[in-house]
């Protein structure tokens, strides 16, 4: 299936989610920054540059549009391609909060287009050996898990657009802490108990650089999770323990160190556990990976497994997060 592809968006993402078009045409691009779409669409034969997303949205050979923009553009732009009746792969959050979301979950539905929200994290290596292993049973009955996500900055983030609530809805805990939360209820499903705090411990800014979360499903199994731009070293851990053992993700590559996945099997006797560890040197192939699962959802018209009710599900925790702390990131 060869399929025409366009991105809104052509910063850092947008050129990452072009390097991960497993073989299909990108035709169009587009940013409020010309150069940045001439110089991504210049890299490719007879590829459409302009400054409006609408251009692309209307583009005669465009089947699916990638939305990579900032969060503020994020729904509005995503509205937009919809009601052109193309796909869409948009960028989490998705949207900046719950009331931005659900009418796209409602215009989707009506103009039966799939819509896919980049939680990329899914299709890491490690992360996919973990679900392997936790889907043959082997784990035992789910029970808890904890994890922290964190960097540390860099020099004027608190001048970035992140650090603008109008911008971006929020600080970390919408940034990089809804990859946790997509994460736990990948695992162990709806949340119906939210607990948590987000604050402000050292940047210079409106918005959240730490936020701290439990979160209890109705069987009781509780998410403790932690993100964090004041990290300092970039941390990625994850731990999910079942009755039979516990599964362990320390980095995701690059600045977070060798992606690396843990198994250690508890032993009917107890004491220490046997253990079994992968490493994954290789190069991130999450974005690759991730693109080929939304080609797989276009060709047989199936619905995205991280869709729009994901995004606005991980959304409603962000608010909930955000209105107790005393933020309020409401455009």
């Not at 050129?15 to 990108?26: H, I, S, T």
């Not at 198994?263 to 192939?285: I, K, S, V």
Request: proline residues 4%; charged residues 25%; hydrophobic residues 40%.
């Amino acid at each position: 299936m060869s399929v025409g592809v366009g991105i809104v968006g052509c910063g850092l993402i947008g050129r990452k989610r072009a390097a991960a078009l497993n073989g299909q045409r990108l035709v169009a691009c587009a940013d409020l920054d010309y150069s940045l779409a001439a110089s991504l669409a210049n890299s490719v034969a007879d590829c459409l540059a302009t400054d409006d997303w609408r251009d692309v949205a209307n583009h005669d050979d465009v089947t699916a549009v990638i939305v990579a923009t900032p969060h503020h553009m994020l729904a509005e732009i995503c509205a937009g391609v919809i009601e052109a009746g193309r796909h869409v792969l948009v960028e989490k959050p998705a949207a900046r909060n719950p009331d931005e979301l659900r009418p796209l979950v409602r215009l989707a539905q009506e103009k039966n287009v799939l819509v896919r929200v980049g939680f990329n994290h899914r299709y890491h290596r490690a992360v996919l050996k973990m679900r392997e292993i936790i889907d043959s049973g082997e784990l035992g009955p789910l029970m808890f898990l904890r994890a922290r996500y964190g960097h540390g900055g860099r020099v004027g983030y608190d001048r970035e657009w992140r650090a603008d609530p109008s911008l971006s809805g929020g600080g970390e805990l919408i940034d990089q802490g809804v990859h946790l939360i997509d994460l736990a209820r990948w695992c162990l499903g709806d949340f119906v108990t939210i607990e948590g705090y987000a604050q402000t411990c050292y940047w210079d800014m409106p918005v959240d650089d730490n936020a701290f979360l439990m979160l209890r499903t109705a069987a009781d199994q509780t998410a403790f999770l932690h993100a964090s731009c004041s990290e300092w070293k970039n941390t990625f851990s994850w731990e999910i323990y079942g009755k039979n053992g516990k599964l362990q993700i320390d980095g995701l590559g690059g600045s977070y160190g060798v992606e690396r996945l843990t198994w250690y099997r508890m032993l009917p006797q107890m004491g220490p556990p046997e253990t079994t560890a992968w490493e994954f040197p290789m190069a991130d192939n999450s974005w690759e990976r991730e693109m080929g699962e939304f080609l797989q959802d276009i060709e047989n018209n199936r619905q995205p497994t991280a869709g729009l009710e994901d995004a606005l599900a991980v959304l409603e925790i962000v608010s909930q997060i955000y209105e107790r702390s005393g933020y309020d990131h409401r455009s």
